[in-house]
Nanobody, 128 residues
Framework: QLHPVESGGGSVQAGGSLRLSCAVSGYPLNNRCMGWFRQAPGKEREGVARIIIGPGDTYYADSVKGRFTISQGNPRNTVYLQMNSLKPDDTAMYYC?????????????????????WGQGTQVTVSS
């Protein structure tokens, strides 16, 4: 059974860095679209970054371009989100998304409804 598990969240000051991990078992990730989303209190869940496992194609929200990096692990059952130059606006619960239901070339524009399975989330808090 598919079960993404996130880890690596925490509290940092503005300008700091964190690395989130999403470990997935029971699901072959190769040539699959995986995503990181986040949800701040009172806001909708938004896509942060997506990756096609294997080819390594990556896609980012404008708000995190140049600061966040999504990558695949080796072996390819883990997805990472390296977050640098963190801002207070990055404070949110971060979720790993798996089982993309769309066509692979749409990975870059994948939305919340396009993923079937989610992790429990990991909290990221950035103080000013």
């Amino acid at each position: 059974q598919l079960h993404p598990v996130e880890s690596g969240g925490g509290s940092v000051q503005a300008g700091g860095s964190l690395r989130l991990s999403c470990a997935v078992s029971g699901y072959p990730l190769n040539n699959r679209c995986m995503g990181w989303f986040r949800q701040a209190p009172g806001k909708e869940r938004e896509g942060v970054a997506r990756i096609i496992i294997g080819p390594g194609d990556t896609y980012y929200a404008d708000s995190v371009k140049g600061r966040f990096t999504i990558s695949q692990g080796n072996p390819r059952n883990t997805v990472y989100l390296q977050m640098n130059s963190l801002k207070p606006d990055d404070t949110a619960m971060y979720y790993c998304a798996a089982e993309f239901r769309g066509i692979l070339y749409r990975c870059g524009s994948a939305k919340e409804a396009d993923f079937r399975t989610w992790g429990q989330g990991t909290q990221v808090t950035v103080s000013s």
